[in-house]
């Protein structure tokens, strides 16, 4: 399936207003209005592929007849969207916003039906080309289960100072933090709250944290080399298992989080035996298929995730930290490159058309 999609240009127009009636100064019916509406479990790509060709028009207003002299307005369109989506107009520039499930947004007026003022000639609707832009938290999001050491890696490497414990759940809420580099770049980190087995069944705080996953542009699983168990009545996961748990997770939830790109980061190798655990995981990483039949079922993704980087740190003694952000740095002025590319072959496929 097609990549992530954080937005989308589509046309919208409001419908043209009824016919008034000059005789008996009837008034047309006004056109319907186009508007934005947010909804929960809606992305970008799925209006790409309900309504391939982008176009949402209202309908058109009621002719006044002698029967019904005030004509009925026409019948309104309302496009669902996603949460956090800005609405840009085609010069960039933002003409609304919306948050909250619910929120509405009039996209496109519908024209005035047929009146004394108008002649009775009824008007046309307000037509546009506006930009649906999922507004990205942040550059990267790291992800991984309660106490894989993220909170650590964050304050490592950025300026960010985020409540720092050796129990489950500490993070609560995405910390931002900001990575410097010497050029003045900065990419921006979020630490996302730890994920448990069955999040995308909204255990824990399974779909607050997977909405903002959704909102970064790379994902950074970061996972405790010797393995992870939430409490004592809990199964005990090893790294492999993990990663695969992380996956599927995030599949389950939306499948189109796997195709962003990851890096994983393999944390706490300043622990006893953490070199031979990484040997281990590395074999399993790069033939995942010979060790899948040795595991339950239900903890095997569809896909497993594709890492550009797998970088071995420890946030404890600081090695592989400095690595890390140069990995980080060129994953995300790659990505940056390619999106220039795709939109610079756009912009020229558009002018030999137009030609």
Not at 70 to 76: A, R, T
Not at 220 to 226: A, E, K, N, Q, T
Request: net charge neutral; glycine share 10%; proline share 4%.
């Amino acid at each position: 399936y097609s990549n992530f999609i954080d937005n989308l240009r589509v046309y919208v127009r409001g419908g043209t207003g009824g016919m008034g009636y000059p005789s008996l100064g009837g008034e047309g019916g006004q056109g319907g209005d186009v508007w934005f509406v947010a909804r929960e479990r809606t992305t970008l790509k799925s209006i790409r592929e309900k309504y391939p060709h982008k176009r949402f028009i209202a309908g058109t207003g009621a002719n006044s007849s002698v029967k019904a002299l005030k004509g009925e307005k026409g019948k309104d369109r309302e496009v669902h969207v996603p949460l956090g989506i800005s609405v840009l107009d085609d010069d960039g520039k933002q003409i609304g916003e919306l948050n909250a499930a619910g929120e509405k947004f009039l996209a496109a007026r519908g024209g005035l039906g047929g009146s004394l003022a108008t002649n009775f000639l009824p008007c046309k609707g307000q037509r546009r080309a506006v930009h649906l832009d999922l507004k990205l938290i942040a550059d990267v999001g790291l992800v991984g289960f309660p106490n894989a050491g993220k909170s650590s890696l964050l304050s490592k490497i950025s300026h960010a100072k985020p409540e720092i414990a050796n129990y489950a759940f500490t993070t609560i809420q995405p910390e931002l933090g900001k990575i410097m580099y010497a050029d003045y770049k900065q990419i921006s980190v979020a630490d996302l709250p730890g994920l448990i087995e069955g999040a995308h069944a909204n255990k824990g705080m399974g779909h607050k944290f997977l909405k903002h996953v959704e909102r970064t542009k790379q994902l950074l699983l970061v996972v405790d080399i010797s393995g992870f168990q939430l409490s004592t009545k809990t199964q005990f996961r090893t790294a492999f298992e993990t990663i695969l748990l992380l996956t599927r997770e995030l599949e389950l939830y939306k499948e189109e989080l796997v195709t962003k790109p990851a890096l994983l980061a393999i944390n706490k190798m300043d622990l006893p035996c953490a070199k031979d655990n990484l040997d281990q995981l590395m074999t399993q990483l790069e033939n995942p298929q010979d060790f899948l039949h040795l595991l339950e079922e239900e903890m095997i993704p569809a896909n497993t995730l594709e890492f550009r980087e797998v970088i071995p740190i420890s946030t404890y003694t600081g090695e592989g930290i400095e690595e890390l952000k140069i990995c980080l740095r060129k994953s995300i002025d790659e990505q940056a490159e390619q999106v220039n590319e795709e939109y610079r072959k756009k912009k020229l496929l558009l002018l030999q058309t137009s030609k």
